[in-house]
């Protein structure tokens, strides 16, 4: 038997021509960066180069040894997905029902303090990516954009006002009824922060608010010029509900936080604010039945993104538990550890209404602005398309707890 041998030629130009396809030049650096990044950890890669370390690691660490933001990180990568095959899934219909209105995806931004600090366009630009894409965006207290800004910028977009108990009521009251007439839609009431989490990454940086001058913070000049130059060139930082600070952040909430605070005041934050109430920081069944007994709309199954009690419940394995105990009474969100649109479609197939994302948006701030939270958002919003089409779902109303298993331990 002979052996078949390709017969060998010399190559053509029109055989050759179809090969030599280059890419567009990409001239812009943010824009070059952002097209590489094809999951939010690689936008999580590019923020540690564009910011300084301090900035990254208040963004980026939680509480003492961290603990929970691993255990919550892990639960979501140890999840099993069940798919079902052979279904028309050529369209898939993300929209969701929050809070009595139609959101475009079932998440939203959650609140997240200091945002001018990771890039100097800070919550306007993320409300901006808010509306055009039709999701709710959330400002905290602890925001660096006021009130009345952040409404002008994004006229149309669903807009929440995250609120701490402060130990001057006149002060909440004030930011309550400023929120009101600025159109803010519902307000997130935080209880899980009585005082400052631990947070060691922060101390060991001495980072404060705002930043100081020192032989450490001088050498981070030299290598973050443009972050450095953006803070000093624009608007002077200031926050959404105070005139300024200029020491640690453990220390600012320490000094204005009420850890009074108990269900009385549920009813004082009632009786100033006369739209949804949602409690955010929920992080046992008792506490969630509290809540619907006190007829709040919404609650945040939530460890503050693990930022406060080291070693508290992994949000997301509560999930079923609380929706199947008050999910009639009122709404069941989750937050901490999203890193990908999966996380967000596995938390929705387990009962959560919707997620709140927070570093996956202000990794992408950090990378590139509003550009790269637009980069988040995308690449969220594929994520969760293509897995629910792989799921074989067609809608965020058919996903349920068929398509998602939560390993024993």
């Not at 993320?126 to 952040?150: F, N, Q, W």
């Not at 010029?225 to 320490?254: K, Q, V, Y």
Request: charge should be neutral.
């Amino acid at each position: 038997m002979t052996e078949h041998m390709s017969r060998r030629q010399l190559p053509k130009w029109s055989g050759i021509k179809p090969l030599l396809r280059a890419r567009p030049v990409e001239f812009n650096a943010t824009n070059r960066r952002l097209a590489r990044a094809l999951t939010i950890a690689d936008l999580r890669t590019a923020a540690r180069r564009r910011v300084p370390r301090a900035v990254f690691d208040y963004t980026d660490g939680a509480a003492e040894g961290e603990i929970s933001l691993r255990r919550a990180r892990r639960m979501f990568q140890t999840l099993e997905f069940s798919p079902s095959v052979l279904h028309d899934v050529s369209g898939v219909d993300t929209t969701c029902t929050v809070l009595g209105r139609a959101s475009t995806a079932p998440f939203a931004f959650a609140p997240t303090g200091f945002t001018r600090l990771m890039h100097h366009e800070g919550e306007r630009a993320v409300v901006h990516v808010a509306e055009r894409h039709g999701i709710p965006y959330a400002l905290s207290t602890m925001g660096t954009t006021s009130i009345e800004d952040v409404a002008a910028a994004a006229p149309s977009a669903r807009k929440w006002f995250q609120l701490y108990v402060w130990k001057d009521r006149a002060a909440g009251e004030e930011l309550m009824m400023r929120a009101r007439a600025a159109g803010f839609e519902a307000l997130m009431l935080t209880v899980d922060v009585p005082v400052a989490g631990n947070r060691l990454r922060d101390v060991r940086n001495g980072f404060s608010i705002p930043p100081t001058l020192s032989a450490r913070t001088l050498a981070d000049i030299a290598t973050h010029p443009a972050w450095w130059a953006n803070l000093i060139t624009t608007e002077p930082l200031t926050f959404a509900s105070l005139s300024g600070w200029d020491r640690t952040i453990a220390e600012l909430i320490d000094a204005l936080f009420d850890p009074t605070m108990t269900m009385a005041d549920l009813e004082w934050v009632r009786s100033c604010w006369p739209g949804p109430l949602i409690v955010k920081g929920i992080q046992s069944l008792d506490d969630a039945r509290r809540m619907a007994e006190a007829g709040v709309e919404a609650i945040v199954l939530s460890n503050h993104g693990g930022r406060q009690l080291d070693r508290a419940p992994v949000p997301l394995s509560l999930v079923p538990e609380v929706v199947d105990a008050v999910g009639d009474r009122t709404e069941v969100w989750v937050d901490t550890g999203v890193m990908s649109g999966a996380d967000i479609v596995a938390a929705v197939a387990l009962g959560a209404r919707t997620v709140l994302v927070g570093r996956a948006y202000l990794y992408g701030l950090m990378a590139g602005g509003e550009r790269g939270v637009e980069r988040a958002t995308g690449i969220l919003e594929r994520e969760m398309r293509r897995t629910m089409q792989l799921l074989g779902v067609r809608s965020v109303g058919e996903l349920d707890r068929r398509h998602v298993a939560i390993p024993a331990h």
